[in-house]
């Protein structure tokens, strides 16, 4: 069973604001993703990381940035939030080092409305 | 480069009734994963299913089941007797090998089905 737990659940605030997302996981899984999601439910892969110190844009470009200081940890930040910004967030993580392309595991996803 | 398309973007039953959510895919790869998620309203991504390319076998767990035809670049998704709780979004997804190992994962648009009593 899968242990990734995102928070907040949901953020409503006001623009301009300064937002973290946090994102952990217990696995030990060296990969991680953010992902966007519209209303039209389409998922846009904004951030991912191989491992500690690396990070990747994804294809979808995000004002958002992200950090990998620690293996189970995965924050992603929005220095000035923006209506714009609106929209669903899920992390994910997935092993690396075994053969094949792994399922990756989601949290519960951070609701964000930004006023 | 690698594409998924869900043609059907919802799809209505009523419970009881089989439904089948169709998933194409691109790829000029040999080798690559296909998956398939469910996110019901809660919203979290639920794995459903992992299908290697070398791996043409159609598999079943309980009500569903999973056809892949690499001739038609089909992965298809059989719900039998669907329930009202089958309700949710289903994603499928494809990641290609590469150098460094594989591809991160490229989702179609999902399909999105209601069930009702």
């Known amino acids: 069973e899968a242990d990734i737990y995102q928070t907040p659940r949901y953020l409503v605030i006001g623009t301009g604001k300064k937002i973290t997302l946090e994102c952990s996981q217990t696995?030990?899984?060296?990969?991680m993703y953010w992902y966007q999601q519209d209303p039209g439910m389409e998922l846009h892969l904004i951030h991912y990381s191989y491992g500690v110190n690396s990070t990747e844009k994804g294809d979808l470009s995000s004002e958002s940035t992200v950090s990998r200081i620690r293996t189970e940890h995965f924050p992603l930040t929005l220095e000035s939030a923006r209506p714009s910004h609106t929209s669903q967030y899920l992390c994910?993580?997935?092993?690396?080092?075994?053969?094949?392309?792994?399922?990756?595991?989601f949290g519960d996803g951070t609701r964000l409305s930004i006023l | 480069a690698q594409k998924v398309t869900q043609a059907q973007t919802e799809i209505s039953v009523v419970e009881k009734e089989d439904v089948t959510l169709d998933c194409v895919y691109e790829?000029?790869?040999?080798?690559?994963?296909l998956f398939w998620y469910k996110q019901p309203p809660s919203g979290e991504l639920v794995f459903l299913i992992r299908?290697?390319?070398?791996?043409?076998q159609n598999e079943i767990s309980g009500r569903y089941s999973w056809n892949f035809q690499k001739s038609t670049s089909s992965f298809n998704f059989t719900i039998t007797a669907s329930q009202v709780v089958d309700s949710a979004v289903y994603f499928c997804a494809l990641s290609e090998a590469i150098v460094s190992g594989y591809s991160t994962l490229t989702f179609g648009k999902g399909t999105m089905l209601l069930v009702s009593p």
């Open positions: 696995m030990g899984h060296d990969k």
């Open positions: 790829t000029r790869d040999t080798t690559y994963y």
């Open positions: 299908r290697n390319s070398f791996d043409e």
């Open positions: 994910a993580s997935s092993r690396h080092k075994d053969r094949g392309a792994r399922p990756q595991h």
